[in-house]
């Protein structure tokens, strides 16, 4: 029987022998504020970038490539789930992280272009968005950050963003939703309220003109601003 089926495999083009594992490079980063990688994927080769988050904090990920089949995952230590699926969620992910400890961010082709031999240059920035502000008792303070759902300033002031890098107002809260503006840093904004999308606190805020404008940010990225 074993061998009828190994024949079978084989006129169908199959091989009974488990696919290798693709190569899997390791490298340390340190997302404090934020890290920008520059580096270049090859057929079935795997890079890993590995950082340690502690209690309460989250982090932004965010990948441009020059091959469309270029995704990245994000995964707790040795889980193989991921906690993120580029070529399923697409090329950013802002959010808390479930716990502390080492994470990946797993940059990689997908195997149909690995096994045609593609490449494809990156680039990759992680941002480290540390844990909301707490009281000595261990309670959330009233947040000088956009990290609450309610209340909150009048006033924020765009902050953390990488260095020549832009903040983007979009028409609704999410990652998906079209750009009306690219924020620099300092900028000041009305404050509107926020709210969660997709583990992501999205504050809806409005840009003194002329023309003034309103739309949606991501909160980890704005701080209390004086009137």
């Given amino acids: 029987m074993r061998h009828h089926l190994f024949i079978a495999l084989m006129c169908l083009g199959l091989s009974p022998t488990p696919v290798p594992a693709q190569p899997i490079e390791t490298r340390p980063i340190d997302p404090a504020p934020a890290v920008t990688l520059e580096g270049r994927l090859a057929g079935p080769a795997i890079t ?54 080492p994470y990946r961010v797993r940059v990689y082709l997908m195997r149909s272009a690995a096994r045609r031999g593609e490449t494809s240059g990156y680039r990759l920035t992680v ?27 009048d006033w924020w002031q765009v902050t953390g963003l990488a260095p020549g890098g832009r903040l983007n107002l ?43 404008r309103e739309g949606w940010v991501a909160g980890r990225f704005l701080r209390e601003a004086a009137p």
Avoid: K
């Avoid at 982090?59 to 906690?83: K, Q, T, W």
């Fill in 170 to 212: 979009r028409a609704g809260p999410g990652s998906a939703q079209p750009v009306l503006a690219a924020l620099a840093a300092g900028t000041r904004l009305a404050n509107r309220g926020c709210r969660m999308v997709e583990a992501t606190r999205w504050c809806r805020v409005a840009l003194p003109g002329p023309p003034p």
């Fill in 127 to 153: 941002t480290r968005i540390p844990p909301p502000p707490r009281a000595s008792d261990g309670t959330p303070r009233d947040p000088d950050f956009a990290d609450g759902l309610s209340g909150g300033p």
């Fill in 48 to 101: 890993d970038y590995v950082f340690t988050a502690g209690p309460d904090e989250g982090v932004a990920i965010s990948l441009a490539a020059g091959n469309a089949a270029a995704h990245f995952n994000l995964l707790r230590g040795d889980d193989p789930a991921a906690l993120h699926i580029g070529s399923i969620a697409g090329e950013t992910f802002a959010g808390a992280l479930p716990g502390p400890g």
